[in-house]
């Protein structure tokens, strides 16, 4: 997993890191909300952990700020007190009389055993075991923690809730998930963690729409073809999130310093088009990410006015309604049409991506050496899915 992350995206993150933790002033807290969804109610449980294991190690994503709800504390949290923080936040909604799919959120993987001991899992389980109004729970992890003694004991323990295990692949293209998100894990990780998963429970696919460095309209092109591979998975679900800005992260820097623009909501709707088109039943697909927690400072967006139908409409969509997203229009169209003419005529990524990287490497001042390892950029031929990085 070591040569599936960049270098030079792990040291900019490490900067924010340090930052973090000398402005961090707020303790972690377990956060609950019960949404209602066009799919029922889904309550969603934040747990405190000392946060995703893979920050502590390489920095951690270009885009995720979950980390700062923990407070940055390294050390693993006391499995007593989570397990207890668990019960406090599940037994708000006991009274509650419909069922509800639950959602169990950490600061990184739900089976990390440095984010969340052996024997709180175990408690944490149980009591999702004994709630009577939950049908249906998801646990997210990075894929090098699926194995078949936890989703085995999982199972056992849950006592024919549905299960779901929901894996952030942000991209099935291996160029843009190491070099665009530092991601720091291969497509053939992913692809061994995911055929664990089938059979014993539902996979979820998280893909990201537009991350850093990839013109509109390659975000378009990179998620649509990242959707298509996840189809390949037998009844997965895969939930495409548009990027959102979250604080001490890369991606904060280059939106603040104006070089990154946050995707338009017309890409998602082109994105949404082209995936509607797939007749495949027994998959599904989902947008999401307008509601996250923490709280982002920017979102996807047009031009302002449009927005909150734009929203309404992609929450909607689905591969079963792929007419959600018929019928949208705005005048800001035509600046999107042009965003995407201009994007047909940008230098390849790998180029674009270089420049970055060398600028990056100036303003933080990251030492000759990091600089000599700037690799030549080239999108291996055989990566998952088979379309050139820069297309």
């Not at 199972?155 to 295990?165: A, E, F, M, P, Y």
């Amino acid at each position: 997993m070591e040569s599936s992350h960049s270098s030079i995206l792990s040291a900019v993150a490490d900067r924010f890191r340090v930052e973090m933790t000398h402005h961090q002033t707020r303790k972690p807290q377990t956060v609950s909300v019960l949404e209602s969804t066009p799919e029922g109610n889904k309550l969603k449980i934040v747990l405190p952990t000392r946060g995703c294991s893979w920050v502590y190690k390489s920095g951690g994503c270009s885009m995720c700020g979950f980390i700062a709800l923990s407070g940055y504390p390294r050390e693993p949290v006391d499995s007593g007190l989570l397990a207890g923080r668990f019960r406090t936040e599940l037994s708000k909604y006991r009274d509650i009389r419909d069922a509800f799919s639950l959602c169990v959120f950490t600061n990184g993987s739900f089976l990390d055993e440095n984010e969340i001991a052996p024997d709180a899992r175990l408690d944490i389980l149980r009591q999702i075991a004994a709630c009577r109004q939950v049908a249906e729970v998801r646990f997210e992890t990075r894929p090098e923690y699926v194995t078949e003694d936890v989703l085995e004991e999982i199972s056992d323990v849950l006592q024919g809730k549905r299960l779901q295990i929901a894996i952030g692949l942000e991209t099935a293209n291996d160029f843009v998930r190491r070099f665009c998100i530092n991601k720091g894990f291969s497509y053939d990780d992913f692809d061994r963690a995911a055929r664990l998963v089938i059979g014993r429970g539902q996979l979820v696919v998280y893909l990201v729409v537009k991350p850093l460095f990839l013109n509109e309209l390659e975000a378009i092109g990179d998620v649509v073809e990242s959707a298509r591979a996840v189809m390949e998975f037998e009844g997965s679900v895969a939930v495409l999130s548009p990027v959102n800005i979250q604080p001490y992260t890369v991606q904060q820097y280059l939106w603040r310093t104006r070089r990154y623009r946050l995707p338009w909501l017309w890409s998602l709707v082109e994105i949404a088009r082209q995936i509607g088109q797939t007749d495949s039943p027994s998959h599904q697909v989902r947008i999401s990410g307008f509601n996250s927690i923490p709280g982002p400072q920017g979102l996807a967006h047009n031009c302002g006015r449009c927005d909150r139908q734009m929203i309404d409409a992609l929450l909607r969509f689905g591969v079963d309604d792929a007419k959600a997203v018929a019928g949208l229009d705005c005048e800001c169209l035509g600046r999107w049409q042009t965003v995407i003419r201009e994007a047909e005529q940008d230098s390849p990524l790998e180029e674009r991506l270089r420049q970055a990287y060398m600028q990056l490497i100036q303003e933080f001042d990251l030492g000759e050496d990091i600089a000599n390892e700037l690799p030549p950029f080239q999108a291996p031929a055989d990566a998952h899915p088979s379309y050139p990085a820069g297309s």
